[in-house]
């Protein structure tokens, strides 16, 4: 990509250390700014940072722990100003990051504008869409023709998020319909806005969880959605980049989940402390021993008959695993189908029974296999022992797996904790009770 | 959500089979019509569908089994036409999915305009920049002042994916700059797009992976991406719903890697086949079987320990389970990072140290923990095999974890496929190995 090749090729230069080097990076997109600053070191990064033009703009792209970084290296007016000029979104989330006493000094510099939108935005739950909102959208009155609402948009001055959804107000900031800039452009030109819009409007409200927000704009492919509060006044827009955000930090929240990691919050795997690292894995991992207890407890039981058939030993492991390892699949298919819509709680039942017929399948395949395996090692009761124990095992496991997200989720907890780890440590404890039941049952 | 409860309504009215309900549907956003038609059954959705007004729009909005199924209700006359309006990445998409002798008799009906696009677009690979872009984009040529641009959007007709960005093109069709709709109407009137337009445009190659395309388009926010052949020349775009939609399908498929599913391609969960469901599972089941024989063979070859020892069996689940446990959250942290692009494969050498810090501190507090419980069960000899068993499983654990990832990516394999189940069955086997090694250096 050639593009990319000379980004590569200017930040080469940038580490070499030329100094008038800033005005190559002038030229650059945004994104690419800030991508070459937040490779550099934070000496570096905050000499460069200063001589650019649009730092505002460059300041939001980096990561919030730089952007906060870099605000501390300005005087409180500068900074004043640098944050008066962000979008509103990215300048409240930066203002929750200070410390109080910043913010209290702030207060006295930051412009009436941004001070109103501290005083709107601010107050807002976080992973809310009132929290996501921004408030920099564009809106018209209904009864201006089409000429005049592009009159007006020209010369709407400051950085909107977008110009491309303009959303229809009355007088007291009631949502009444949506326009494209599109439709402004393509209707007649005399036409009014009021002929024109479309007042079936799809909103968010100000409380709603944003993984909702980002998955209502990713359905119907909007540039933006618009929130409303309590009274249904137009109070925000999100925009569909948010909804990226939005979107890869769920997942990734959903992935560390089922891996038994406690979500990192955009730390980086590579600078975060090690410490932190830690606190995020051995809550988990602690929990996890109860359920590796269980199976020593059960194995405890059985004692009499492991010493006098060591060979069930030998098995243990493979029949306990396959019912874990079935067990996390259910719950990973499971706990995604739910993230993505694909299957909501109602279908809970009839999910059961469709899981039940895969895990006869799976549990009668593996059957066939140890069963096999067992009387190559032992005799044809070892076999049957494993055969029947085989098929309990995976059909338990997938059973488990396939219940626990929604169990988590009626006992209020995120299905997402369903983790892989967490399965297979409960199915292994129930593996080793139905393993050695049964061998119990039909050995001695 | 008000729009959502309307809906809702509309949706059990429609269930109730009243025949003159496609009056109300029509009135609906695109996507809910699709939607309420998507829930009905097979003959009620052609039924209604057959009235509706904007019939390629709702058709691209379902999912592409109920599209093909939809298609078949037609004569080829009217499905030829149906499909003439439709986008042209959805048009390509449904016609892929036909039967051979289908597509050839489609050959005689469709426009010339759509066998160009099957030309154009046909023959990329699956998974590619070329095979997921639209070529419905629009361009202008450099010289035209901002009044003649508007003159000229605003007599586009045809369903263009994006407006807002329009691409500017020598007569050879080389890409020259971009210029968004906002820059044009914001522009002073006179001014001519060579003056106002980006030059320095980021764009993507036909054959680039479309997870990369998408990446790139969420980092730089852009609601398009134009894709330029091997001579520059701008052949189509990708939007940024595409880029969402593929987020989201990568990373269902990186969490059912995770969780070592084979990942379903828009199968759901709730209508997909049994046997499909049992095929995507089995594969990764019996090759877990392997691993689990190794822990088994393990065991076997320390059975006289084992038996002289049998308190050695109560703690084998927790140990060989801690390791099995750790050695997944460090898998998860890992494929994610790299799937997300905070690490690269580079970075390798310096996690490994800091992941050996993190393992040391886990498998310390771990060790710390199962010591006590050995005293409890044993005497301090056990506690001490206990211990230090736990730090060395733990600790390979994690470097098991952390290192499958890149190695499966050395053997060009996807890193995602290193699942917790994968990863657990590994370290079982290692951990058994190293607990009844240290047990019978110090028992005995």
Redo the contacts between chains.
């Keep these: 990509?050639q593009?990319q090749e000379k980004i590569q090729q200017l930040h080469e230069t940038l580490l070499t250390g030329e100094n008038n080097i800033h005005q190559l990076l002038q030229?650059?997109?945004i994104?690419d700014q800030a991508?070459i600053l937040s490779e550099l070191g934070p000496a570096e990064r905050c000499h460069h940072f200063r001589q650019l033009e649009r730092q505002a703009e460059v300041l939001e792209y980096l990561p919030l722990a730089m952007q906060i970084q870099l605000a501390y290296q300005f005087p409180l007016e500068q900074l004043a100003s640098l944050m008066d000029a962000m979008h509103s979104d990215d300048f409240i989330d930066l203002y929750k990051q200070m410390p109080c006493e910043v913010q209290q000094q702030l207060l006295g510099k930051l412009s009436t504008q941004s001070l109103q939108t501290l005083r709107e935005l601010h107050a807002y739950p976080e992973e809310t869409a009132g929290a996501l909102m921004s408030s920099d959208f564009v809106t018209l009155a209904p009864e201006l023709s089409m000429t005049e609402a592009?009159e007006t948009?020209?010369d709407?001055a400051g950085n909107h998020d977008t110009?491309?959804l303009i959303y229809i107000v009355d007088e007291k900031q009631h949502l009444l319909g949506v326009i494209s800039?599109?439709q402004i452009?393509?209707a007649r030109p005399d036409a009014t806005i009021n002929e024109v819009m479309t007042t079936?409007?799809?909103?968010?409200?100000v409380d709603?969880d944003q993984e909702q927000v980002a998955r209502t704009l990713?359905?119907?492919?909007f540039?933006a959605l618009p929130v409303v509060d309590a009274t249904q006044k137009l109070v925000g827009i999100i925009t569909?980049?948010d909804?990226?955000?939005i979107?890869?930090a769920e997942?990734?929240e959903?992935?560390?989940k089922?891996?038994?990691?406690t979500p990192?919050n955009e730390l980086?795997?590579?600078t975060a402390p090690?410490?932190r690292?830690?606190q995020k894995?051995?809550f988990?991992?602690?929990i996890?021993?109860f359920?590796?207890?269980l199976?020593?407890?059960g194995?405890?039981h059985f004692?009499d008959i492991?010493?006098t058939h060591?060979v069930l030993?030998?098995?243990?492991?493979?029949l306990?695993?396959?019912g874990?390892?079935?067990g996390?699949?259910s719950?990973?298919?499971?706990?995604?189908?739910l993230a993505?819509g694909?299957?909501q709680f109602k279908?809970w039942f009839?999910?059961l029974g469709?899981e039940s017929?895969?895990a006869l399948?799976?549990g009668g395949?593996?059957a066939i296999?140890?069963s096999i395996?067992g009387y190559i090692r032992g005799d044809w009761m070892v076999a049957v022992v494993l055969a029947l124990s085989m098929l309990g095992i995976v059909l338990m496991g997938c059973l488990i797996g396939m219940s626990l997200p929604f169990i988590l989720n009626k006992l209020k907890m995120d299905p997402a904790s369903a983790?892989?780890?967490l399965v297979?440590?409960i199915c292994?404890?129930t593996g080793?009770i139905i393993y050695l039941f049964i061998a119990s049952q039909l050995l001695f």
């Design positions: 990509m593009h030229k650059l997109n994104a991508r592009i948009l020209r709407i110009l491309y800039l599109r452009i393509q079936d409007v799809v909103y968010a409200t709603e990713a359905y119907y492919d540039i569909y980049d909804a990226m955000d979107a890869e997942s990734t959903d992935i560390l089922s891996g038994a990691v990192l980086s795997l590579k090690i410490l690292l830690y894995r051995v988990w991992l602690v996890l021993v359920g590796s207890l199976s020593g407890i194995i405890a004692e492991i010493s060591i030993v030998f098995f243990l492991p493979l306990v695993g396959s874990g390892n079935a996390s699949q719950a990973t298919l499971m706990v995604r189908a993505t694909d299957v279908d009839s999910l469709r017929l895969v399948c799976l395949t593996m296999a140890v395996l983790s892989a780890p297979t440590s292994d404890a080793v």
